[in-house]
């Protein structure tokens, strides 16, 4: 669709959506009240920045049915997100939006390359968490077999894949290396599995990562983007050429800001992602704050789709490490230890203030036993090379411990990748 006739099916959307939320949920009403905005502002697209940005406080705030705009006897399904502290954030679908929404996760597996013909096993946990459900009926629908096999048992996992010869992966990418390495344990080259394309999401991951699990797995890692207070997976997915994700606009109207002053950012630069849901009924939102750092490109894809790209979410505005004043992300740490052939694709990155007051940054990474068979001498060497690699990058300094090979914690899910020890006393 030319983008032109995406913005004429767009306008009417956002304008019932608005309005729609005004009539039937009081906090929003409230809010529009506050800045002196009401629905009938809207004329043009552009019109929404003038409308007020909803953050998770707000949406926390409204614990649990707060901010659904239909009575619950039209809810049919409940998610809620992972919060790490305090109550999580409850989501409610009716049954169009459980329709709109396989119809969407249909859409992202196409893309990826998944067939009538694939068998796609489901490690997401099945539960509150919007990956297994959501996953499930859009591959469902495109006719693939599913295995629903959630999370956990991973030997049983790696005996399904290769029992059922499973084509499609769907999971954390974390959690797809993981899959690897328990299966070179378990004496099965993870290679010679039947899989054909990764459906990978939930987490940031690198370009590095992506070349890992292609090589370790023997397929074709694709990432999909998505949360739950938007929908879940289902937001945004790769195509064929695996530039950018397609984001699915006729629902999710996208904007980027400046995280610091809420000012409108052009395509190319970048900044925070903004979604107006503009289809959905249970759980509408406006102008949500994602916190998730992206850059849009409205270019025309090779592949011949029309919608907005954003580049892979490669870090939030709240995982952003302040290291002595310095803005430090994980995956900038993560692409550097990837080219690093001595160690394996496992690590924590430590914080912590020496002496009560400095900042302290320690990357634990673990051995790759097959790449390094040197001494306790060669050891240093590789910590040193890679302290070096990450001073360049950082500009901060790192100190760098290669750890015994499988001595950090897997995760099954989302993976845990920092420790900020710097408030704890
Ligand atoms: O993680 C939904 C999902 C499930 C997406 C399965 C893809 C596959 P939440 O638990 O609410 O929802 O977490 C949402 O995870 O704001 C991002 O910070 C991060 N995230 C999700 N997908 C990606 C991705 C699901 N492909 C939060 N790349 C989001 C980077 C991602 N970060």
Redesign the pocket.
């Known amino acids: 669709m030319p983008g032109e006739k995406l913005r004429e099916l767009q306008l009417p959307l956002l304008k019932k959506v608005v309005d729609r939320v005004y009539h039937t949920v009081p906090y929003y009403r409230k809010l529009f009240a506050l800045h002196g905005i009401h629905p009938g502002d809207l004329r043009e697209l552009s019109d929404l920045s003038g409308f007020p940005l909803t953050t998770k406080e707000a949406l926390r705030d409204n614990y649990p049915f707060g901010l659904f705009a239909v009575p619950m006897k039209d809810i049919v399904r409940l998610h809620a ?2 919060g790490t502290t305090g109550k999580p954030i409850v989501v409610g679908y009716t049954k169009n939006d459980l329709e709109t929404w396989s119809g969407l996760i249909a859409r992202i597996a196409v893309q990826a390359g998944v067939t009538e013909n694939d068998i796609a096993q489901i490690c ?1 946990s099945y539960g509150l ?3 297994g459900f ?2 499930h009926y859009g591959l469902e629908k495109i006719g693939a077999t599913v295995v629903p096999s959630s999370v956990g048992g991973t030997e049983k996992q790696i005996m399904l894949m290769q029992d059922f010869g499973v084509t499609v992966l769907v999971c ?1 990418p974390s959690y797809a290396l993981y899959l690897a390495e328990v299966a070179r344990e378990n004496g099965v080259d993870p290679r010679t599995m039947p899989l054909k394309i990764g ?7 690198t370009e590095n990562m992506r070349l890992q699990i292609e090589e370790q797995l023997g397929l074709r890692a694709t ?7 938007i929908i ?4 945004a997915g790769e195509c064929e050429a695996r530039d950018g ?1 397609h984001i699915n606009e006729d629902h999710f109207l996208v904007e980027v800001i400046d995280p610091a002053t809420g000012a409108i950012l052009g395509d190319g630069e970048e900044g925070e992602l903004v979604f107006t849901t503009l289809t959905k009924e249970g759980f509408p939102v406006i102008r949500y704050r ?3 750092i992206s850059v849009l490109n409205r270019e025309r894809c090779a592949c011949g789709r029309t919608t907005a790209r954003m580049r ?3 870090g ?1 505005t709240d ?1 952003m490490l302040i290291i002595r004043g310095v803005n430090v992300f994980p995956s900038q740490i993560e692409s550097v230890l990837m080219e690093v052939e001595e160690v394996a694709p496992h690590y924590l990155i430590v914080v912590d203030k020496k002496k009560g007051y400095l900042d302290d940054l320690e990357v634990q990474v673990e051995l790759n036993r097959e790449k390094f068979t040197g001494s306790f001498r060669d050891l240093e060497a590789v910590e040193r090379k890679i302290s070096r690699k990450l001073n360049n990058v950082l500009t901060v300094s790192a100190r760098v411990r290669l750890v015994e090979p499988k001595s950090l914690e897997r995760t099954l899910g ?1 993976a845990k990748r920092v420790l900020d020890k710097r408030n704890d006393s």
Do not use: C, I, Q
């Open positions: 997100s992972s997401f968490f919007t990956g959501g996953l954390t459906m990978f999401g939930a987490e940031p991951w990432d999909n983007y998505g949360l739950t207070e879940g997976p289902g937001v994700l994602t916190k998730d892979k979410v490669t939030r995982d989302k």
